[in-house]
């Protein structure tokens, strides 16, 4: 059967549910509250004491504390541990840009490592090729939904005496070995950015058990003030950075939905895998520990032989089929502006990565398994043809 990109009818034109879902009755009810309440502001309002002790609980922490986004609650988290102007943090190099623009706005220097070759996820080895004197913190992406194998990461750190900040703005939810992510480390960062999820178009949250330091994480995140402490009293510099009550009305009846989300998207990568079988690519491997994938992302190796793959080939083939995906992260250490502030490693098994995977979006995941079948069909389908190996 002819391919789309040739001209051949497309294999799949079902299309794909939007992201974030359709407003709930509970969420426009409470938002409905909260507008006419006129408190929009978490200064004066209920509702984001609400949703930090609710999302606590959920992470299974001690304490979580609302930010404006997944950056500045890496930010916050930085200051909080007491990371200083030229201190090194290391990070994992097939990220978002947030974590060394984070760590670069405090004045540290990010230190840019490699990631395992099979899970894209930082590892033990991996972080401690980038230690130095200097080092000060170790960031642990939980990438795609699934979890960094923490423990030999939090030994490393411990050896050390340094922090493990937990970056889980993809993975709200996740569990590695039994333990939901964001507390395991010395904090969590979470997002609630459009993509993430849980959203509120932007947004953000700190999580730890360790009630002194999430109540200086508080501190930097409203403007220096102690919590309970004078209005005008600012026992340090601290930013602006709550969340309004509108953004934690979206947020706090989400908590209701989030498992039956993770569930209807594990159905679909469990379908997914079962159609990729012998077609010569398949999703990326979760770190050892990983018991609870959140499925933020479905990352697909199209070449795990690393025989040659033309990967833009077979996005536009795939594209044309119906079937959209992403190319996923180039690699911090190959951006300019971060190689700028940056001490960046040699990350081959990032840039093998990026040549060779692929994304599928978090909102695709959200179609039933039968889609999932289809699209693992097509996926073969486009590798099959010479030119997906050119
Ligand atoms: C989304 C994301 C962030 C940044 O969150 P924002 O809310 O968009 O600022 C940080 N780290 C990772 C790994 C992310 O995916």
């Known amino acids: 059967m002819t391919l789309a990109i040739d001209g051949g009818t497309p294999r799949y034109a079902g299309g794909w549910p939007t992201w974030p879902p359709p407003a709930t009755e509970a969420q426009r009810r409470l938002l409905d509250e909260v507008v006419g309440s006129g408190k ?3 200064t004066h309002g209920p509702v984001n004491d609400r949703l930090a002790a609710a999302f606590a609980e959920y992470c299974d922490v001690r304490a979580a504390v609302p930010v404006a986004n997944g950056t500045m609650t890496l930010v916050v988290a930085l200051l909080a541990l007491g990371v200083q102007p030229g201190d090194e943090v ?3 190099s097939y990220t978002f840009v947030a974590c060394a623009t984070a760590t670069a706005l405090i004045g540290a220097v990010p230190v840019l490592v490699d990631v395992d070759p099979t899970t894209a996820h930082l590892t033990a080895e991996t972080a401690a090729a980038g230690l130095s004197e200097r080092t000060r913190a170790i960031m642990a992406v939980h990438l795609a939904g699934s979890p960094c194998d923490l423990n030999p990461i939090l030994a490393l750190a411990a050896e050390r005496g340094i922090p493990v900040i937990e970056d889980a703005a ?3 939810g996740a569990e590695y070995e039994g333990r939901r992510v964001g507390g395991i480390g010395t904090c969590g960062s979470f997002s609630f950015q459009s993509s ?6 932007e947004g953000g949250m700190l999580t730890s058990s360790d009630q002194a330091l999430a109540d200086v994480m508080w501190s930097y995140a409203n403007v220096g003030r102690d919590r309970g402490g ?6 340090r510099l601290g930013l602006n950075l709550r969340l309004t009550e509108l953004q934690a009305a979206l947020l706090l009846p989400w908590l209701d939905d ?12 469990t379908a997914l895998d079962a159609a990729l079988a012998g077609s010569g690519a398949q999703r990326l491997a979760e770190p050892a520990g990983t018991t609870r994938n959140s499925h933020h992302l ?4 199209l070449d795990p032989g690393r025989i040659g793959v033309d990967k833009a080939w077979v996005m536009q083939a795939l594209a044309a089929e119906g079937v959209p995906s992403g190319e996923g992260y180039p690699g911090l250490h190959a951006m300019p502006a971060v190689q700028s502030v940056a001490r960046c490693l040699p990350c081959p098994a990032t840039e093998a990565l990026n040549r060779s995977v692929l994304w599928l979006f978090q909102s695709m995941l959200m179609a039933d398994g039968s889609v999932a079948t289809r699209t693992g069909e097509i996926i073969r389908a486009v590798l099959a043809d010479p030119r997906a190996r050119a």
């Open 230 to 235: 004078a209005w005008y009293g600012h026992p």
């Open 196 to 201: 993430k999820a849980m959203t509120a178009g």
């Open 170 to 172: 993809q993975a709200h």
């Open 40 to 42: 929009w502001g978490s």
């Open 258 to 269: 989030i498992d039956g989300q993770i569930e209807q998207r594990h159905r679909f990568v």
């Open 90 to 92: 290391i990070i994992p």
């Open 298 to 301: 479905a990352m697909i190796d």
